[in-house]
């Protein structure tokens, strides 16, 4: 069994590889090559739309960071596919929702185009949701049942893919 250390390893380069490509990386790239030539990045000028990017992009954050301590933590893993959790993880915002981590990611990018009032970085946000409309259900979902059997197929009857639970969740594994 890997210790701390490794572990933090494994969780930090996971986040670095995947997150932060969606979220920093790829949003950087698009405002580049959306901007005129010799442009600055500009925030977006309306006081409302700023306010509303800085919440959702604050509110996506704290989830995201919720759920990967949930998943270093409880799980004992990481969220990428070569080191993932090795416990099936339904605290915290899993009792909620069944994919708050990629909640937590789409309101960083739809936060991201409101502080920049870019359409392009929206573009983004709705290309990465649908692809993860797809990827869960028809991948990662079904190798959580081969996973982790029963448990996962009674979460799945009892927690919505994405919109949350009015009240958390109170099923064991």
Not at 145 to 165: D, H, S
Request: aromatic share 10%; hydrophobic share 60%.
């Amino acid at each position: 069994m890997a210790g701390p250390a490794p572990r933090f390893a494994q969780a930090l380069l996971a986040v670095l590889a995947l997150p932060v490509n969606v979220a920093i990386t790829v949003p950087v790239l698009i405002l580049l090559a959306a901007r005129p030539a010799g442009a600055a990045f500009a925030l977006a000028g309306a006081p409302w739309l700023l306010a509303a990017g800085a919440l959702l992009a604050a509110l996506g954050l704290g989830l995201f960071l919720w759920t990967v301590t949930a998943f270093w933590r409880i799980g004992r893993g990481t969220l990428a596919p070569w080191a993932p959790p090795r416990h099936l993880v339904l605290a915290g915002p899993y009792r909620h929702s069944r994919h708050p981590m990629i909640t937590g990611v789409i309101c960083v990018l739809a936060g991201e185009a409101c502080l920049f009032g870019a359409w392009p970085l929206a573009a983004w946000a709705g290309a990465f949701l649908a692809a993860n409309a797809v990827y869960l259900p028809l991948k990662e979902e079904p190798d959580l049942v081969a996973r982790f059997g029963g448990a996962y197929a009674r979460y799945m009857a009892n927690v919505p893919r994405w919109l949350p639970r009015r009240s958390p969740w109170e099923g064991t594994p």
